[in-house]
């Protein structure tokens, strides 16, 4: 079972990465927030599995911003093409979007209670490779994101 997480880690990440498309992108987020949750709740513990829960709802809120941002981004531009982000509404959703999901701040308050529920290992996985889809979108659409915020 461990093998098929981490084959499902390597594939989301791989996927987010090289994708083009919006969708694609939101795909590969998704497959790596639901191939990580079995890894924080590994263990059975109360702790494991609120940790679990708060990861799964954060990342499910942020994952939601992003799948709105592209939205408004093709309903105004009718571009599904991630360097294309021109809207301003949608660039200001998806910076709140990826700092949810980077747990940048000021949304930063669930990664310390993330991390304290989980294992050594697991907590590795969510500081270092978990972060590279998000920031990997967060370069694709720096060119139209307000440098203020």
């Known amino acids: 079972a461990k093998l098929i997480f981490t084959i499902s880690l390597a594939l ?18 998704e497959i790596n927030t639901l191939a990580i949750l079995p890894l924080i709740a590994k263990s059975h513990h109360p702790r494991a599995i609120e940790a679990a829960t708060k990861y799964f709802l954060v990342q499910a809120a942020a ?31 998806l910076t709140s979007a990826i700092a949810m999901k980077l747990g940048l701040v000021p949304f930063h308050f669930w990664f310390p209670e993330v991390l304290q529920g989980s294992s050594l290992l697991t ?16 370069f694709l659409t720096s060119h139209s994101l307000d440098p203020t915020l």
């Open 123 to 138: 907590g590795l996985l969510l500081s270092t490779a978990m972060k590279f889809p998000p920031l990997t979108l967060l």
């Open 63 to 93: 994952s939601a911003l992003v799948l709105f941002s592209s939205m408004t981004n093709a309903w105004h531009t009718g571009q599904w093409d991630i360097t294309q982000l021109t809207h301003p509404t949608s660039s200001v959703i």
């Open 12 to 29: 989301g990440t791989t996927l987010t990465i090289s994708s083009n498309h919006w969708i694609m992108a939101w795909t590969g987020l």
